[in-house]
């Protein structure tokens, strides 16, 4: 039995590749697909163009079982999906707000507004005789 073990593991391995490349493949399309209907307006004709020849090849490869025409058509969507995710980044860093001050700026404003809120011991002290027992 640990004979036949060793003598299909090779095998099993390859297997195991092919599995884990075709579901790789096809996890991407279907990412790439939904990012490509929400931002795909937003990018250049020939560059969607591209995207979408990608994804057609990448589709039509996961129909069959030829693991390298699967695992070529995964590189070349993701080489094609990287303009995407380029034109996302930078809509992403033109809507980051400016980062928090820092430095004296912060120190002040924590001392004005330390000294402008008065303490609970404050208030128990003006107020202590104003409740009626």
């Known amino acids: 039995m640990m004979k036949e073990a060793d003598a299909h593991s090779a095998d099993d391995t390859r297997r195991k ?3 884990e490349t075709r579901n790789q493949t096809d996890s991407l399309v279907y ?3 939904r990012t490509l209907a929400e931002h795909g307006g937003k990018l250049a004709e020939g560059d969607r163009k591209t995207i979408e020849d990608a994804l057609n090849e990448a589709r ?3 129909k ?3 693991y390298e025409r699967i695992k070529r058509a995964g590189e070349n969507l993701t080489k094609a999906s990287h303009k995407l995710a380029e034109l996302m980044y930078r809509q992403a860093q033109a ?3 400016p980062p928090p001050p820092t ?3 912060v120190r002040a404003r924590r001392r004005r507004a330390r000294s402008s809120t008065p303490s609970l011991r404050t208030w128990a002290t003006r107020n202590k005789g104003s409740h009626a027992a």
């Open 60 to 62: 039509e490869a996961l």
């Open 17 to 19: 590749q092919e599995i």
């Open 64 to 66: 069959g079982e030829d």
């Open 95 to 97: 809507g980051q707000a």
């Open 31 to 33: 990412s790439t697909e």
């Open 103 to 105: 430095g004296r700026r």
